[in-house]
């Protein structure tokens, strides 16, 4: 079955740095799309970059374009997301999620396969 674990979680100072990780498994990584959420409490959850299957195309959220980057290596079926010049507003849960077929959508209602998640706080 599909799994997907996150890591990379902590907590920072605003304008610091984290990179998130999500190990894949169960499934066959390059005909997934697969990508990055959030949600903060009382919040729904969020579309922050998703990778389209076969690495077609990259989807970022506005809220993180130009600060977040989104990557992946297929050797090692592992997500990455690189999160520079954090804000208070960037404190969340973070979620890796995949879905089969390319998709580039940000709403979390399409996306079949979520992680657990991994907690990340900044601190003003």
């Known amino acids: 079955q599909v799994q997907l674990v996150e890591s990379g979680g902590g907590s920072v100072q605003a304008g610091g740095s984290l990179r998130l990780s999500c190990a894949a498994s169960g499934y066959r990584y390059s005909r997934y799309s697969i990508g990055w959420f959030r949600q903060a409490p009382g919040k729904e959850r969020e579309g922050v970059a998703v990778i389209a299957a076969n690495g077609y195309k990259i989807y970022y959220a506005n809220s993180v374009e130009g600060r977040f980057t989104i990557s992946q290596d297929n050797a090692k079926n592992t997500l990455y997301l690189q999160m520079n010049s954090l804000e208070p507003e960037d404190t969340a849960m973070y979620y890796c999620?995949?879905?089969?077929?390319?998709?580039?959508?940000?709403?979390?209602?399409?996306?079949?396969?979520w992680g657990q998640g991994t907690q990340v706080t900044v601190s003003s």
């Open positions: 999620a995949a879905t089969e077929g390319t998709i580039l959508n940000l709403s979390s209602r399409v996306w079949n396969y």
